[in-house]
C-alpha cells in the first residue's frame, strides 16, 4: 500500500519509485517468462538481439506473469492512485536497444493512466536508467516543455543541447524494484546496453466525462489491443481481472483473443 506522501510524490512529480517489491526469486521467474514469450513470438532471446522488440498483450502468455495483474502489490497500488474502478487498459513486453529520445503525450488531465514497470537488471544513470523531468506532466500555458514532448526518436539537439544532457531525475533501479509514473511525464533514457529488457502494466482511470469516454473508445481501435478487453480476462475465474475489463465491454470495445504463438517452439533458454 502507498503511503500518503508516497501518493502525494506521484501526483506532484508524475512517478514514484517502490524498492523491493518483488523478491529476487520471483525476478528470476520473471525473468524466464519474459525470455520464453519473447522467443515464442518474435524468435528472438534478448540477450543476443539487435534490434527493438515487443509483444502486446504480454504478461498474460505466462502464469506467473499474469498472475501480478491482480497480485496485491500491483491492484492495491493502481486502485490508490485511479480508483477503485480502475480499468487494464494493457500489457507489454520490450527490448530496448540503444537511446530512447525524450518524449511524453502530455494528456494526463485528459484520461489519467498509469504504468507499472519492471526492469530485469541493475540500471544506472548512465546505463538506460530511466530518466525523467519532475512535474513535467502537468501542462503548463505556454507549454514550455513542448520542446521535448515532440518525436525526439533521433538525437537531435533540444535546447541546443545533447538530449541526454537535459536537466533530468535519473531512476537508478536494481532487480524487484518497481517504478510507477504516467506517461504524461516526460521521460528518456540514455547509455543502456542492446537486448535490456523493460515490462509494464497500464492501467486506466474509468472514464466517465464524455471527452474521456471519446478519447478512450477513439485510442482503442486506432492503435489496437491498448484499451481493448481480452477474451481470457473476460472468462476468467478471478474477479479481480474481469472487473476490470468489464467496463471496456459495457462501452462497445470488442474483446480480443490473445494472438498465437508465431514460433511455438521454445528452444532452452541458458
Known amino acids: 500500500m502507498l ?20 523478491t529476487y ?3 528470476d521467474i520473471i525473468t524466464f517468462e519474459a525470455n520464453e514469450i519473447f522467443q515464442e513470438m518474435l524468435g528472438v532471446q534478448p540477450s543476443t538481439t539487435t534490434k527493438y522488440g515487443k509483444v502486446e498483450p504480454f504478461f498474460e502468455r505466462r502464469p ?23 480499468l ?8 530496448h536497444q540503444g537511446d530512447t529520445g525524450w518524449h511524453g503525450s502530455g494528456k494526463w488531465k485528459i484520461l489519467p493512466w498509469i504504468k507499472i514497470v519492471l526492469y530485469l537488471e541493475p540500471l544506472t544513470r ?39 544532457e537535459i536537466p533530468s531525475v535519473a531512476l537508478e533501479i536494481e532487480p524487484g524494484d518497481v517504478i510507477v509514473f504516467t506517461e504524461d511525464i516526460l521521460h528518456a533514457s540514455f547509455g543502456g546496453r542492446s537486448g535490456r529488457q523493460q515490462h509494464a502494466m497500464n492501467f486506466l482511470k474509468n472514464p466517465t466525462s464524455k471527452v474521456e469516454i471519446e478519447r478512450l473508445i477513439d485510442r482503442a481501435k486506432r492503435i489496437p489491443p491498448t484499451g481493448r478487453p ?3 480476462h473476460l472468462e476468467s475465474d478471478r474477479p ?21 504463438p508465431k514460433y511455438p517452439k521454445v528452444r532452452p533458454i541458458h
Request: cysteine-free; aromatic content about 8%; hydrophobic content about 40%.
Open 3 to 22: 503511503t500518503s506522501g508516497q501518493i502525494a510524490h506521484f501526483e506532484t512529480f508524475g512517478y514514484v519509485m517502490l524498492p523491493k517489491l518483488f
Open 25 to 27: 526469486a520471483e525476478m
Open 64 to 86: 506467473f506473469l499474469n498472475s501480478l495483474l491482480d497480485d496485491d502489490r500491483t491492484y492495491l497500488l493502481a486502485e490508490q492512485l485511479l480508483g477503485s474502478d480502475f
Open 88 to 95: 487494464l487498459d494493457q500489457t507489454e513486453g520490450n527490448i
Open 126 to 164: 548512465d546505463t538506460g536508467a530511466l530518466r525523467v523531468i519532475p512535474g513535467s506532466h502537468i501542462i503548463g500555458d505556454p507549454d514550455l516543455y513542448a520542446p521535448l514532448r515532440a518525436d525526439n526518436s533521433e538525437d537531435k539537439p533540444v535546447f541546443d543541447m545533447p538530449q541526454s
Open 230 to 232: 481480452l477474451v481470457k
Open 240 to 260: 479481480r481481472l474481469r472487473r476490470m475489463v468489464a467496463r471496456l465491454v459495457e462501452l462497445g470495445l470488442e474483446p480480443l483473443e490473445l494472438e498465437l
